[in-house]
């Protein structure tokens, strides 16, 4: 089976410029995360979705951040403005049968100059 | 609130010797807990899980861990190590019941093996 998709792999942006990711998570996934990891850290959750309804979006900075996945399918996550501390990867998960395993995605590595 | 603490950051090691990566999670609530390996330019994959029943679980390529509760531990053990395992090795908490599903994530241990 297809894994999860993300693009793109790489964006370089300068400060107070708007970047948005997207993700395509494996069919029949109804949940999905998006996760970002600071270089030295471990992932951090942003925001969960299940199916196209926001499950836990406390750790999501709404002032710049924002995310939806219409259709409860594709999910697209913007950062606007971008500030120089979101320079990390982020990733998408999806899951069939949550807690259960959580596939990941290749991630994409946001440089903010 | 839940938390992880990877008590080592690196951990160097020559090809065949044992390996113990040290896991302690934090949580007032049942958890089920995780074990990912990130390889060199590569996702976060599933190495291993404890959902529930035997507190030992393994994964196919020699690791293993085992669910301590007592000790609120889940270190990930493997008794000889190839330079293929060479990775950073994450573990990760998460309950069932709450706001969400998420998983809590250490700050990870890279694994370094050496011939």
């Known amino acids: 089976e297809a894994g999860v998709a993300q693009s793109p792999r790489y964006k370089i942006i300068e400060k107070r410029q708007s970047v948005a990711f997207w993700c395509n998570p494996i069919?029949?996934?109804?949940?999905l995360y998006w996760y970002q990891q600071i270089l030295g850290q471990g992932p951090k959750l942003l925001i969960q979705f299940q199916n196209n309804g926001v499950v836990d979006d406390s750790q999501l900075p709404k002032d710049r951040f924002s995310a939806e996945r219409l259709k409860g399918v594709d999910s697209t996550l913007k950062i606007q403005p971008a500030k120089l501390e979101d320079s990390a990867v982020y990733l998408c998960a999806s899951s069939f049968d949550p807690p259960d395993e959580q596939y990941f995605g290749p991630g994409t590595r946001l440089t903010v100059t | 609130a839940q938390s992880v603490t990877q008590l080592d950051s690196q951990v160097p090691v020559f090809e065949e010797a044992p390996v113990e990566l040290r896991c302690n999670y934090s949580?007032?609530?049942?958890?089920?807990l995780f074990w990912y390996v990130q390889y060199p330019n590569q996702g976060l994959q599933l190495l291993l899980k404890y959902l529930s029943g035997s507190t030992l679980v393994e994964s196919i390529n020699g690791f293993e861990a085992e669910f301590n509760k007592s000790q609120t531990s889940f270190h990930l053990r493997k008794p000889s190590v190839h330079i293929s395992d060479t990775a950073e090795y994450f573990c990760a908490v998460t309950s069932f019941g709450q706001a969400g599903t998420a998983l809590i994530f250490g700050k990870g241990t890279t694994l370094s093996v050496s011939s």
């Open positions: 949580s007032s609530v049942s958890v089920y």
């Open positions: 069919s029949g996934h109804a949940t």
